[in-house]
């Protein structure tokens, strides 16, 4: 018996040597990188990369296509797992590189909303010029691979022009949160017509509001996006006669849509400072030599969920006529040590849009934007490019970018547009509930064109702002949109923000802006009197809370007595955002029905901070930290105010995850465009930089840096210089 005990623990090391061998070598085998090629070298040669001692990249290139071979290169020196991740994730492939529900959730979405499929298809739709500017970032990814192979999985490369355009395509419906609805219906529960479904902010949306919501939400989870404010001043309102814009995005301050700062350009012309995301080929917003824009969140109604009328497994009823649902067979890839496993998938498509089949019924997603994402990329290089607003208003008319407020400024001009790709829909429907999917009649398929969507230009009190809010109310006197041109059906916002209001009150009464008094008011850390955070939390806990104790009572007699400020040294601002932050996030990340009560999230706070301080009124910025690496740093702001921080409970702190991030000011001098800008923590996100976190103490300070957009202004600031993959001489 001993003997053939022996015999079989044996054999069962040698089949686990014999495994972990395999293992190991398969995964060599499989994650080889392609070597460099001779196209490569030759781009590599027509590009130049200088950092600036803040370790931001000014890429040069040849052609844009070579700008954007560099821009990848120098990206993926800072943060290349993101981007490669990004890409895998568009492929649908996530579940290959790392094993979690998160991922095979991502790659059922990618197979089942067609993402890399309608890459594929409409990809030669592109201009040659857009194509060849993927093209050139994806060989730019490819070669810093081919030199860091350590660093790449060979399993994925190369990466492709359409692998870029498939990200895109894969990420602007999480923008508008597509994703609610998929989650809505994979969900056990049954889904009937009418039933209400997770929306657009809307300020009249209807509410239920529980204890039991109070608790799970005030356990963090973090959002696709955010928020973000923008503000442009014309000469009339300017005191000196300089436009301004403010370009200030509320981004996640780490992951796939962190801000990354760069500055493009070429000898064809292109001339780019700004923001991008990783994997992004060109700049989603900044400025060139003559015009500027920044994006802000809006949130229109652009997905619908339809429950189909099935006469058997594979055929719907609609206006009395059977239709067989388009099926497609497909496999979701999953990696392990020793093996590959694919599990097929059957994937189906009605003519209302994808459609997924569960126990308790068979729904489809209607999303805005089906079919023309691909355009996006289009759209935003030809805004890069655009000399002037006729030319910028042309990239516009593309309209393939399917939301997100834009503020433009220029020399001469400023505006603002709510883009969005609003669906031309029926009435006689609820279109926040479960539509009916036996009928036509609640099926769209156009848009409101894009000329026709609320816009304000040039307006009589020369300043325009957008903060998340309503398109509705834009500037201050004549010229705003006017809401009864729009049927409610679009589901364009309602809300006005605490930024909104106080961007309203702060520039609105200001006949003449100081360029001091324009940065107060970006960075700006108080609440209006009828700000959200009032009506929605603090007056409801003071009319109505019954304090149980004498700390309670005392602690409420401090709330009645807040200014509204949110600076590091306020001694009740703490205890008014941890109340304040379950119900914001209920409203603006989760889009919830159910709304927590403020008197459960009052408890909640008081416990967190008599816990871990001893105390309710500690100041902000023991509470609200800036973390990153060695840096650990107190900040001021909060949610939903001009200077935006946005925090998670972290053990004994509220870590800020959110909110102000990359932050850029122009301004049109007469010689040309001055910018100053900032980032949270530093532009490289790689631990062991100097520029991992080397901005964190101006963001706490408030203070901007110049972007060094002049190259006579660069050169004295030139920390390396060099071609991707070759050291050339320093200037």
Request: net charge negative; glycine share 8%; aromatic share 10%.
């Amino acid at each position: 018996m001993r003997k053939r005990i022996k015999i079989w623990i044996l054999i069962v090391l040698g089949v686990a040597v014999f495994l972990a061998g395999w293992a190991k070598l398969r995964q060599t085998i499989q994650r080889m990188v392609p070597p460099v090629t001779a196209d490569q070298l030759a781009r590599a040669a027509r590009v130049e990369i200088i950092r600036d001692e803040w370790g931001v990249p000014h890429v040069h290139g040849q052609t844009d296509a070579d700008t954007a071979f560099g821009l990848a290169y120098a990206h993926s020196e800072d943060d290349w797992p993101l981007i490669a991740g990004g890409i895998i994730a568009a492929r649908g492939d996530l579940a290959r590189l790392v094993l979690s529900e998160q991922a095979i959730g991502n790659d059922f979405y990618v197979r089942l909303f067609r993402v890399r499929a309608e890459a594929e298809e409409l990809y030669e739709t592109l201009a040659p010029d857009t194509r060849a500017l993927l093209e050139g970032y994806a060989q730019g990814l490819n070669y810093y691979a081919a030199l860091h192979p350590d660093e790449a999985d060979g399993r994925f490369l190369p990466f492709t022009g359409i692998d870029l355009a498939a990200t895109l395509i894969h990420k602007l419906p999480l923008f508008y949160r597509v994703d609610f609805a998929l989650k809505r219906i994979m969900d056990d529960a049954p889904l009937e017509v009418g039933d209400p479904l997770p929306g657009p902010i809307r300020s009249d949306a209807p509410e239920a509001v529980t204890e039991q919501a109070g608790r799970a939400i005030h356990r963090d989870s973090t959002p696709v996006f955010l928020a973000s404010n923008a503000h442009a001043v014309g000469r009339t309102r300017s005191a000196d006669g300089i436009v301004r814009i403010n370009i200030n995005s509320h981004q996640p301050w780490e992951g796939p849509v962190a801000w990354y700062e760069a500055h493009l350009s070429s000898d064809e012309g292109w001339n780019m400072e700004g923001g991008t995301f990783p994997g992004g080929p060109l700049i989603f917003h900044g400025h060139n030599e003559n015009v500027a824009w920044a994006h802000t969140v809006n949130s229109p109604d652009l997905w619908d969920v339809y429950k189909l009328e099935m006469s058997d497994e594979t055929h719907y009823i609609v206006d009395g006529e059977t239709l067989e649902l388009e099926v497609f067979e497909d496999a979701i890839r999953v990696e392990l040590p020793w093996l590959e496993i694919s599990v097929p998938r059957t994937f189906y498509r009605s003519i209302f849009g994808p459609t997924v089949v569960t126990d308790h019924g068979t729904y489809a997603i209607r999303y805005a934007g089906m079919g023309r994402l691909i355009g996006a990329i289009e759209q935003w290089y030809r805004m890069n490019r655009a000399r002037n607003l006729d030319e910028w208003r042309t990239a516009m008319r593309i309209h393939a970018i399917p939301m997100f407020n834009t503020v433009y400024a220029d020399s001469a001009n400023i505006g603002y547009v709510y883009n969005a790709l609003l669906p031309l829909r029926a009435d006689g429907y609820d279109y926040t509930a479960v539509l009916p999917g036996n009928t036509r009649g609640a099926l769209w398929n156009d848009y409101l064109p894009y000329d026709r969507l609320p816009r304000v230009e040039n307006p009589p009190s020369g300043f325009v702002q957008n903060c998340n809010s309503t398109p509705f109310r834009t500037t201050t006197g004549p010229g705003n949109p006017q809401p009864q041109e729009y049927p409610a059906n679009m589901g364009i916002d309602e809300r006005m923000s605490n930024r909104a209001l106080r961007s309203l009150h702060l520039f609105g009464d200001d006949a003449a802006i100081t360029r001091a008094e324009f940065l107060r008011y970006k960075w700006d850390r108080h609440y209006e009197e009828d700000a959200p955070i009032y009506s929605e939390a603090i007056r409801p806990l003071l009319a109505e809370y019954q304090p149980r104790n004498q700390t309670e009572r005392r602690a409420l007699d401090m709330l009645r007595l807040w200014d509204g400020n949110t600076d590091e040294e306020s001694p009740i601002a703490a205890l008014a955002l941890l109340t304040w932050r379950p119900i914001w996030h209920a409203r603006i990340v989760d889009r919830a029905i159910e709304i927590p009560a403020p008197a459960l999230c009052f408890q909640d706070a008081m416990q967190f901070l008599l816990s871990n301080y001893g105390r309710f009124d500690v100041p902000l910025g023991e509470v609200q930290r800036l973390v990153r690496g060695d840096v650990n740093i107190g900040v001021g702001g909060g949610a939903d105010v001009l200077n935006a921080v946005h925090g998670t409970i972290d053990g004994d702190i509220y870590r800020g995850w959110a909110g102000d991030s990359y932050i850029l000011i122009v301004e049109f001098q007469p010689e040309g465009p001055r910018s100053w800008s900032l980032h949270q923590y530093g532009n490289v996100n790689r631990e062991g930089s100097p520029h991992y976190s080397d901005q964190a103490l101006l963001f706490q300070r408030r203070q901007l840096r110049p972007t060094l957009f002049y190259r006579e202004d660069l050169l004295d600031r030139v920390e390396s210089r060099y071609r991707p993959g070759n050291e050339i001489d320093p200037l």
